[in-house]
Nanobody
Framework: QVHLVESGGGLVQPGGSLRHSCATA??????????MGWYRQAPGKERELVGT???????YYANSVKGRFTISRDNAKNTVRLQMDSLKPEDTAVYYC???????????WGQGTQVTVSS
């Protein structure tokens, strides 16, 4: 079974930037779905979709992050990235990657990476 591992995140001041990466745990495993997504879960809230990217690079973003976040994908390296700019305190959450919400293939949820935006 394919496991995904997220890296990146951290503590940043409002207006700052962070970058996340998501890759398969083990070079023999490949991301074999068309749509990959980034999700986040803030304390006391349900997990929500941040955005998605297709294998060909078509992206979708939630309104709350549109214009500030950028998702990219390197199919050869089995990696999906999330660049977060102009961060706000409300972006504080644990960030996860997984297949897109309408993909039938679901990967196991990783541990995610914590993002804290605070002055």
């Amino acid at each position: 079974q394919v496991h995904l591992v997220e890296s990146g995140g951290g503590l940043v001041q409002p207006g700052g930037s962070l970058r996340h990466s998501c890759a398969t745990a083990g070079s023999i495993f490949r991301i074999n779905v068309n749509v990959m997504g980034w999700y986040r879960q803030a304390p006391g809230k349900e997990r929500e979709l941040v955005g998605t990217i297709t294998r060909s690079g078509i992206t979708y973003y939630a309104n709350s992050v549109k214009g500030r976040f950028t998702i990219s994908r390197d199919n050869a390296k089995n990696t999906v990235r999330l660049q977060m700019d102009s961060l706000k305190p409300e972006d504080t959450a644990v960030y996860y990657c997984n297949s897109g919400p309408f993909e039938t293939t679901k990967y196991s949820w990783g541990q995610g990476t914590q993002v804290t935006v605070s002055s």
